[in-house]
Protein backbone atom coordinates (compact mmCIF):
# COMPACT_ATOMS: atom_id res chain seq x y z
CA UNK A 1 0.00 0.00 0.00
CA UNK A 2 1.41 3.28 -1.17
CA UNK A 3 2.31 5.78 1.68
CA UNK A 4 -0.60 8.29 0.62
CA UNK A 5 -2.89 6.02 0.47
CA UNK A 6 -2.08 4.75 4.29
CA UNK A 7 -2.53 8.67 5.03
CA UNK A 8 -6.24 8.76 3.81
CA UNK A 9 -7.18 5.83 5.55
CA UNK A 10 -5.93 7.24 8.60
CA UNK A 11 -7.64 10.21 8.06
CA UNK A 12 -11.15 8.63 7.47
CA UNK A 13 -10.68 6.18 10.79
CA UNK A 14 -10.07 9.17 12.36
CA UNK A 15 -13.43 10.90 11.08
CA UNK A 16 -14.81 7.71 11.89
CA UNK A 17 -13.89 7.96 15.13
CA UNK A 18 -14.45 12.18 15.46
CA UNK A 19 -18.32 11.83 14.45
CA UNK A 20 -18.65 9.12 16.71
CA UNK A 21 -17.36 10.09 19.71
CA UNK A 22 -19.75 13.65 18.90
CA UNK A 23 -22.51 11.19 18.36
CA UNK A 24 -21.92 9.36 21.97
CA UNK A 25 -21.53 12.98 23.60
CA UNK A 26 -24.68 14.02 22.14
CA UNK A 27 -26.33 11.72 23.40
CA UNK A 28 -25.52 11.85 27.10
CA UNK A 29 -25.76 15.08 26.97
CA UNK A 30 -29.85 14.57 25.61
CA UNK A 31 -29.96 11.75 28.42
CA UNK A 32 -28.47 12.23 30.94
CA UNK A 33 -30.84 15.40 32.03
CA UNK A 34 -33.35 13.06 31.59
CA UNK A 35 -32.44 10.14 33.53
CA UNK A 36 -31.92 13.07 36.31
CA UNK A 37 -34.72 13.82 36.16
CA UNK A 38 -36.62 10.53 35.95
CA UNK A 39 -34.12 9.76 39.30
CA UNK A 40 -35.54 12.81 40.89
CA UNK A 41 -38.98 12.24 39.96
CA UNK A 42 -38.45 8.57 42.16
CA UNK A 43 -36.88 9.77 44.65
CA UNK A 44 -39.58 12.63 45.85
CA UNK A 45 -42.28 9.48 45.03
CA UNK A 46 -40.20 7.31 47.66
CA UNK A 47 -40.17 9.89 50.21
CA UNK A 48 -43.80 10.67 49.95
CA UNK A 49 -44.70 6.80 50.73
CA UNK A 50 -42.20 6.11 53.31
CA UNK A 51 -43.53 10.21 54.49
CA UNK A 52 -47.50 10.24 53.75
CA UNK A 53 -47.88 13.26 55.26
CA UNK A 54 -45.44 15.86 54.66
CA UNK A 55 -45.71 19.20 52.07
CA UNK A 56 -42.22 18.94 50.67
CA UNK A 57 -38.68 17.85 52.12
CA UNK A 58 -35.92 20.04 52.53
CA UNK A 59 -32.41 18.20 52.36
CA UNK A 60 -30.15 18.28 55.95
CA UNK A 61 -26.76 17.11 57.08
CA UNK A 62 -27.61 17.05 60.86
CA UNK A 63 -28.35 12.65 60.56
CA UNK A 64 -25.02 10.62 60.43
CA UNK A 65 -24.10 7.37 60.39
CA UNK A 66 -22.12 5.94 63.33
CA UNK A 67 -21.48 2.86 60.44
CA UNK A 68 -18.88 3.26 58.41
CA UNK A 69 -20.52 -0.11 56.41
CA UNK A 70 -23.44 2.03 56.39
CA UNK A 71 -23.57 4.41 54.31
CA UNK A 72 -26.22 7.57 54.64
CA UNK A 73 -26.73 8.89 50.77
CA UNK A 74 -28.93 11.56 51.62
CA UNK A 75 -31.21 12.95 54.75
CA UNK A 76 -34.29 15.26 54.12
CA UNK A 77 -36.64 16.89 56.78
CA UNK A 78 -40.23 16.29 56.10
CA UNK A 79 -42.24 19.39 56.14
CA UNK A 80 -45.58 19.42 57.76
CA UNK A 81 -48.24 22.14 57.87
CA UNK A 82 -47.25 23.46 61.40
CA UNK A 83 -43.61 22.25 61.23
CA UNK A 84 -40.85 19.30 60.88
CA UNK A 85 -42.85 15.81 61.00
CA UNK A 86 -39.62 13.97 61.12
CA UNK A 87 -36.46 12.81 59.14
CA UNK A 88 -36.31 10.53 56.04
CA UNK A 89 -32.89 9.15 55.05
CA UNK A 90 -31.73 6.95 51.83
CA UNK A 91 -29.32 4.73 53.08
CA UNK A 92 -27.01 1.90 51.97
CA UNK A 93 -25.52 -1.14 53.04
CA UNK A 94 -24.77 -4.43 52.76
CA UNK A 95 -27.11 -7.37 52.26
CA UNK A 96 -26.55 -11.37 51.28
CA UNK A 97 -25.84 -10.47 47.20
CA UNK A 98 -24.62 -6.76 47.59
CA UNK A 99 -25.60 -3.26 48.81
CA UNK A 100 -28.96 -2.79 49.52
CA UNK A 101 -30.51 0.81 49.30
CA UNK A 102 -33.53 2.09 51.31
CA UNK A 103 -35.64 5.29 51.99
CA UNK A 104 -36.66 5.15 55.77
CA UNK A 105 -38.80 7.69 57.35
CA UNK A 106 -38.90 8.21 61.50
CA UNK A 107 -41.26 10.23 62.84
CA UNK A 108 -40.23 13.19 65.12
CA UNK A 109 -42.23 11.15 68.40
CA UNK A 110 -39.45 8.42 67.58
CA UNK A 111 -42.28 5.80 65.01
CA UNK A 112 -40.91 4.40 62.16
CA UNK A 113 -43.42 6.23 59.21
CA UNK A 114 -42.51 4.12 56.09
CA UNK A 115 -40.12 2.05 54.89
CA UNK A 116 -39.12 1.98 50.84
CA UNK A 117 -36.57 -0.88 49.06
CA UNK A 118 -34.73 1.27 46.62
CA UNK A 119 -32.68 -0.95 45.17
CA UNK A 120 -31.94 -5.19 46.17
CA UNK A 121 -29.37 -7.28 44.71
CA UNK A 122 -30.24 -10.15 46.68
CA UNK A 123 -31.36 -13.97 45.15
CA UNK A 124 -34.62 -13.76 42.83
CA UNK A 125 -37.46 -15.12 44.66
CA UNK A 126 -35.78 -14.89 47.69
CA UNK A 127 -34.04 -12.54 49.11
CA UNK A 128 -34.73 -9.78 46.39
CA UNK A 129 -38.92 -10.19 47.49
CA UNK A 130 -37.97 -7.64 49.91
CA UNK A 131 -38.87 -4.88 46.95
CA UNK A 132 -41.50 -7.00 45.60
CA UNK A 133 -44.86 -5.24 46.08
CA UNK A 134 -47.38 -8.55 45.66
CA UNK A 135 -44.61 -10.53 47.85
CA UNK A 136 -46.41 -10.54 51.24
CA UNK A 137 -45.29 -11.46 54.84
CA UNK A 138 -48.77 -11.08 55.93
CA UNK A 139 -50.91 -12.58 52.98
CA UNK A 140 -54.39 -11.90 55.36
CA UNK A 141 -53.70 -8.24 55.83
CA UNK A 142 -51.65 -8.14 52.71
CA UNK A 143 -48.41 -6.81 54.02
CA UNK A 144 -44.95 -6.71 52.70
CA UNK A 145 -41.78 -7.05 54.03
CA UNK A 146 -40.95 -3.45 54.34
CA UNK A 147 -44.43 -2.16 54.87
CA UNK A 148 -44.47 -4.27 58.15
CA UNK A 149 -42.00 -1.37 59.56
CA UNK A 150 -44.91 1.63 59.29
CA UNK A 151 -45.48 2.28 62.28
CA UNK A 152 -43.39 0.51 64.71
CA UNK A 153 -41.80 2.57 67.54
CA UNK A 154 -38.12 2.44 67.56
CA UNK A 155 -38.13 1.03 71.58
CA UNK A 156 -39.20 -2.09 69.66
CA UNK A 157 -37.00 -5.06 69.55
CA UNK A 158 -36.55 -5.10 66.12
CA UNK A 159 -35.95 -8.55 65.95
CA UNK A 160 -36.15 -10.82 62.99
CA UNK A 161 -38.85 -14.18 63.58
CA UNK A 162 -39.89 -12.57 66.74
CA UNK A 163 -41.58 -8.35 66.24
CA UNK A 164 -40.31 -8.64 62.54
CA UNK A 165 -41.57 -11.13 60.06
CA UNK A 166 -38.93 -12.78 57.48
CA UNK A 167 -38.70 -13.17 53.84
CA UNK A 168 -39.46 -16.82 53.55
CA UNK A 169 -35.95 -18.65 53.14
CA UNK A 170 -34.27 -14.92 53.43
CA UNK A 171 -33.57 -14.47 57.07
CA UNK A 172 -30.03 -12.94 55.88
CA UNK A 173 -31.71 -10.41 53.44
CA UNK A 174 -34.50 -9.68 56.55
CA UNK A 175 -31.52 -9.26 59.15
CA UNK A 176 -29.73 -6.84 56.90
CA UNK A 177 -32.55 -4.49 55.71
CA UNK A 178 -33.96 -4.82 59.76
CA UNK A 179 -30.56 -4.00 60.60
CA UNK A 180 -30.25 -0.90 58.13
CA UNK A 181 -33.38 0.20 59.56
CA UNK A 182 -32.09 0.27 62.90
CA UNK A 183 -29.00 2.64 62.42
CA UNK A 184 -30.87 4.71 60.60
CA UNK A 185 -33.52 4.71 63.96
CA UNK A 186 -31.09 5.37 66.19
CA UNK A 187 -29.42 8.22 63.96
CA UNK A 188 -32.36 9.86 64.12
CA UNK A 189 -32.98 9.40 67.35
CA UNK A 190 -29.74 11.06 68.45
CA UNK A 191 -30.15 14.31 65.62
CA UNK A 192 -33.35 15.22 67.37
CA UNK A 193 -32.54 14.55 70.71
CA UNK A 194 -35.89 12.47 71.16
CA UNK A 195 -34.74 9.44 72.63
CA UNK A 196 -36.30 6.03 72.49
CA UNK A 197 -34.08 4.18 70.59
CA UNK A 198 -34.05 -0.14 71.45
CA UNK A 199 -30.24 0.35 71.31
CA UNK A 200 -30.34 3.49 74.51
CA UNK A 201 -27.77 3.51 77.30
CA UNK A 202 -28.65 1.14 80.00
CA UNK A 203 -26.84 1.25 83.44
CA UNK A 204 -24.19 -1.07 84.11
CA UNK A 205 -24.01 -0.21 88.15
CA UNK A 206 -26.28 -0.29 90.52
CA UNK A 207 -27.04 2.72 91.77
CA UNK A 208 -24.24 4.56 94.46
CA UNK A 209 -23.78 7.87 96.51
CA UNK A 210 -20.81 8.68 93.98
CA UNK A 211 -19.59 8.23 90.71
CA UNK A 212 -15.40 9.40 89.76
CA UNK A 213 -12.89 8.72 87.46
CA UNK A 214 -10.32 6.34 88.59
CA UNK A 215 -7.47 7.52 90.35
CA UNK A 216 -5.40 4.85 88.14
CA UNK A 217 -5.67 3.40 84.50
CA UNK A 218 -7.05 -0.17 83.69
CA UNK A 219 -5.35 -2.24 81.27
CA UNK A 220 -5.65 -5.21 79.68
CA UNK A 221 -3.32 -8.24 79.25
CA UNK A 222 -4.99 -9.54 75.83
CA UNK A 223 -3.58 -7.88 72.69
CA UNK A 224 -6.23 -5.81 70.76
CA UNK A 225 -7.77 -4.62 73.65
CA UNK A 226 -7.96 -0.63 74.32
CA UNK A 227 -9.16 0.65 77.82
CA UNK A 228 -10.56 3.96 76.93
CA UNK A 229 -11.49 5.16 80.61
CA UNK A 230 -12.39 4.02 83.78
CA UNK A 231 -15.26 5.10 86.42
CA UNK A 232 -15.39 4.24 90.42
CA UNK A 233 -18.58 4.11 92.12
CA UNK A 234 -18.59 4.19 96.03
CA UNK A 235 -21.05 4.14 98.80
CA UNK A 236 -20.23 5.84 102.10
CA UNK A 237 -16.76 6.42 100.69
CA UNK A 238 -15.97 2.93 100.14
CA UNK A 239 -15.72 1.72 96.54
CA UNK A 240 -18.66 -0.75 95.68
CA UNK A 241 -17.92 -1.38 92.06
CA UNK A 242 -16.40 0.02 88.24
CA UNK A 243 -16.84 0.36 84.87
CA UNK A 244 -14.57 0.97 81.86
CA UNK A 245 -15.36 1.59 78.54
CA UNK A 246 -13.44 -0.46 75.72
CA UNK A 247 -12.58 -1.46 72.01
CA UNK A 248 -11.23 -4.14 69.91
CA UNK A 249 -11.15 -5.03 66.62
CA UNK A 250 -14.01 -7.28 66.03
CA UNK A 251 -15.23 -9.27 62.41
CA UNK A 252 -14.82 -6.20 59.98
CA UNK A 253 -15.08 -3.48 62.07
CA UNK A 254 -14.54 -2.31 65.62
CA UNK A 255 -16.90 -2.90 68.57
CA UNK A 256 -16.94 -0.84 71.58
CA UNK A 257 -18.31 -1.72 75.29
CA UNK A 258 -18.85 -0.16 78.80
CA UNK A 259 -18.78 -3.33 81.80
CA UNK A 260 -19.58 -2.84 85.22
CA UNK A 261 -18.05 -5.56 87.59
CA UNK A 262 -18.87 -5.59 91.40
CA UNK A 263 -15.49 -5.62 93.97
CA UNK A 264 -16.34 -9.04 94.69
CA UNK A 265 -15.64 -9.68 91.03
CA UNK A 266 -19.26 -10.29 89.41
CA UNK A 267 -20.47 -8.14 86.04
CA UNK A 268 -22.87 -6.13 87.11
CA UNK A 269 -24.12 -5.16 83.46
CA UNK A 270 -22.69 -4.57 79.97
CA UNK A 271 -23.67 -2.15 77.17
CA UNK A 272 -22.61 -2.67 73.69
CA UNK A 273 -21.77 1.28 72.37
CA UNK A 274 -20.85 0.73 68.94
CA UNK A 275 -20.25 -2.34 66.65
CA UNK A 276 -19.03 -0.95 63.42
CA UNK A 277 -19.00 -4.58 61.75
CA UNK A 278 -21.56 -4.88 58.53
CA UNK A 279 -24.54 -6.16 60.27
CA UNK A 280 -23.24 -5.58 64.01
CA UNK A 281 -26.08 -3.32 64.98
CA UNK A 282 -27.74 -6.53 65.08
CA UNK A 283 -26.13 -6.99 68.86
CA UNK A 284 -27.06 -4.00 70.28
CA UNK A 285 -30.28 -4.98 71.23
CA UNK A 286 -30.61 -4.84 74.90
CA UNK A 287 -31.21 -8.91 75.17
CA UNK A 288 -27.86 -9.26 73.91
CA UNK A 289 -26.10 -7.33 76.68
CA UNK A 290 -27.69 -8.25 79.64
CA UNK A 291 -27.32 -11.79 79.27
CA UNK A 292 -23.40 -11.14 80.83
CA UNK A 293 -24.94 -9.63 84.35
CA UNK A 294 -24.81 -12.02 86.86
CA UNK A 295 -21.52 -13.92 85.25
CA UNK A 296 -18.05 -13.70 87.42
CA UNK A 297 -15.06 -11.69 85.86
CA UNK A 298 -12.44 -14.46 84.99
CA UNK A 299 -14.59 -17.27 83.80
CA UNK A 300 -14.52 -18.03 80.61
CA UNK A 301 -17.14 -16.35 78.20
CA UNK A 302 -17.95 -18.41 74.90
CA UNK A 303 -20.58 -17.76 72.51
CA UNK A 304 -22.63 -21.42 72.14
CA UNK A 305 -22.03 -22.16 75.60
CA UNK A 306 -22.77 -19.55 78.05
CA UNK A 307 -23.66 -17.10 76.14
CA UNK A 308 -26.21 -16.92 72.98
CA UNK A 309 -25.28 -15.53 69.70
CA UNK A 310 -27.69 -12.89 68.30
CA UNK A 311 -29.17 -14.63 64.80
CA UNK A 312 -27.70 -13.22 61.52
CA UNK A 313 -24.21 -11.76 63.82
CA UNK A 314 -22.93 -14.91 65.14
CA UNK A 315 -19.08 -13.33 64.28
CA UNK A 316 -20.12 -10.20 65.82
CA UNK A 317 -21.24 -11.87 68.99
CA UNK A 318 -17.99 -13.63 69.15
CA UNK A 319 -16.19 -10.46 68.99
CA UNK A 320 -18.37 -8.70 71.78
CA UNK A 321 -18.37 -11.62 73.83
CA UNK A 322 -14.13 -11.94 73.77
CA UNK A 323 -13.97 -8.01 74.25
CA UNK A 324 -16.25 -8.33 77.66
CA UNK A 325 -14.60 -11.31 78.76
CA UNK A 326 -11.47 -9.48 78.59
CA UNK A 327 -12.37 -6.14 80.24
CA UNK A 328 -14.56 -7.89 83.17
CA UNK A 329 -11.28 -9.32 84.15
CA UNK A 330 -9.05 -6.57 83.87
CA UNK A 331 -11.53 -4.61 86.04
CA UNK A 332 -12.05 -6.92 89.16
CA UNK A 333 -8.24 -7.90 88.91
CA UNK A 334 -8.00 -3.91 89.18
CA UNK A 335 -10.67 -3.56 91.79
CA UNK A 336 -8.93 -6.56 94.12
CA UNK A 337 -5.40 -4.51 93.34
CA UNK A 338 -6.81 -1.73 95.60
CA UNK A 339 -5.65 1.74 94.18
CA UNK A 340 -8.52 2.85 91.97
Known amino acids: MKRWQM ?9 YCIVGCVGLAFVYNSTSKTIAQRQEADLQAGLREVFPKATGFT ?16 AYTADGPSGPLGIAVKVQGPSYGGDTTLLVGVSSEGIITGVKV ?29 GQFAGKKLTDAFEVKKDVIPITSA ?4 RSITNLVQVVGKAVSDALGIGGSSQGTTPVVPPTD ?29 IVSASVKATAKSYDGNVT ?46 VGTNVDAVSGATFSSKGATAL ?6 ALAKALAGGGL
Open 210 to 238: TVRPSSRPVTSSVSGVSILETSVTTRGGV
Open 171 to 174: TITS
Open 118 to 146: LENKDTPGLGANAANATYYVDKATKTTFA
Open 59 to 74: PTDMVKSANPKVIFNA
Open 324 to 329: VEATAE
Open 257 to 302: VIVGVSVDGTITGVQIVSCTDGLGNLIMTPAFAQQFAGKKAGTPLE
Open 7 to 15: IKLGLILAM
